[in-house]
C-alpha cells in the first residue's frame, strides 16, 4: 500500500507517463453546460483527470473549461475511448482523429480500446500503435478486457497497454485480474466504483463507514486508491463531486479492507465482457 495518498497522487505508467489515481467519470453527465460544470466543480477541488469516451458524446467539453479555468493542457490527465462501431484499422485511426478533433485538446494522455470486440480488436491495437508513435496520445490500453483477452494482446503487440480499465469495486473484487495486470507491469483502472450508485444502501459499508466518519462511497473509492488502482467516480453533483475527493483523511484498518474484500460477488452493475472471445 502507498504510505500517503493525495488528490494529486499518481501512479507511473509503463511508458513512465504519470497518471492520477483519482479522475472524474463523465458518463451520462447530462446537458453540455451540466457536463462542463461538473468538469469545473472537480478541477476546482484538485481533480487533474477526466475520463471522457466518444460514447458519452462529451469529449468536447473538457478543454472549454481548462481555458476558463486558466489551465494548463497539461495540468489535466484527459482519456478517451474507441467506441465498437470504430474498430478496424483504418475506421480506428480515423475515429480517433475525429475524437481528438472535436476534444479540441491537442492530444490525449490516454486512448482506450473500449471493448474488446471479436475478431476486429487486434486489427485496431496496431491502429493505436501508430496513432501512440505518432505522438498523438501520451499511452494507449484497453477496457474491459479479461486475462484471456490480455494474453492475447500481450502475445502480439509491439506496444504493450499501459492501462485496462475494468469495473471494479468490493462487489466485483478482480483479484486475479489484478495480480495478472501487476505481473505485466498494466495498470488497472476502476470504472463504476460506486456500483453505480446500487449497493450504497449495504450494511457493512454503512458499519465501515461510521467506524471514520465516512459515507459508502468514501469507503469504496478508499478501498480502489489503497490498491494503487487508478478510481473514476462519476457525478454530476457538487457537493458528492467533493465528497468523493474527501478521501485522504483516513486509511482503512486491516480487518476492514479484508471485510470489503469478503463483499465480493463477481457482481457486475455495468458489462460483462467474461464470454466475448
Ligand atoms: N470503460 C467502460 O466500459 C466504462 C463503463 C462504465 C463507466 N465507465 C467510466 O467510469 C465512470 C464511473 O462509472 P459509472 O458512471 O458507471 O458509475 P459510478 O461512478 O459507480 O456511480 C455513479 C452513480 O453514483 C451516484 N453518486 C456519485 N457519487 C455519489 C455519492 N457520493 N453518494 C451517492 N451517490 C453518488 C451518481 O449520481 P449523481 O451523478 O447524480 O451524483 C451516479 O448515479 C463513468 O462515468 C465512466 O467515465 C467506463
Sequence with gaps: ????????????????VEMPLL????????????????????????????????????????????????????????TS?????????????????HSLERSGLGYFDLFLIHWPVEKLRADSWRALETIYQEGKCRAIGVSNYTIRHLEELLGACKVPP??????????????????????????LSAYSPLTKGEKLDDNT????????GKSPAQIMIRWVLEQ????????????????NAEVYDFHLEESDRKTLDALNQDWHCTWNPTNIV
Excluded at 462501431?85 to 485511426?93: A, E, N, P, R, T
Excluded at 469495486?169 to 495478472?180: A, D, G
Design 23 to 78: 479522475g472524474l467519470g463523465i458518463y451520462e453527465t447530462g446537458s453540455s453546460r451540466q457536463t462542463q460544470n461538473a468538469v469545473a466543480w472537480a478541477l476546482e477541488v484538485g481533480y487533474r483527470h477526466i475520463d471522457t469516451a466518444k460514447l458519452y458524446g462529451n469529449e468536447s467539453d473538457i478543454a472549454p473549461v481548462l481555458q476558463k479555468m486558466s489551465l494548463a493542457r497539461n495540468e489535466v490527465f484527459v
Design 228 to 243: 494503487e488502482v487508478i478510481v473514476l467516480p462519476k457525478s454530476a453533483r457538487q457537493s458528492r463531486i467533493i465528497e
Design 162 to 187: 499501459a492501462v485496462n480499465q475494468v469495473e471494479y469495486h468490493p462487489f466485483l473484487y478482480q483479484k486475479k485480474l489484478l495480480e495478472f495486470c501487476r505481473a505485466n507491469n498494466i495498470r
Design 81 to 97: 475511448k474507441l467506441w465498437n462501431s470504430d474498430h478496424g484499422y483504418d475506421k480506428s485511426i480515423r475515429a480517433f482523429n
Design 1 to 16: 500500500m502507498m504510505n500517503e495518498l493525495s488528490i494529486l497522487s499518481t501512479v507511473k505508467l509503463n511508458n513512465q
Design 205 to 212: 459499508l454503512k458499519t465501515i463507514g461510521n467506524r471514520y
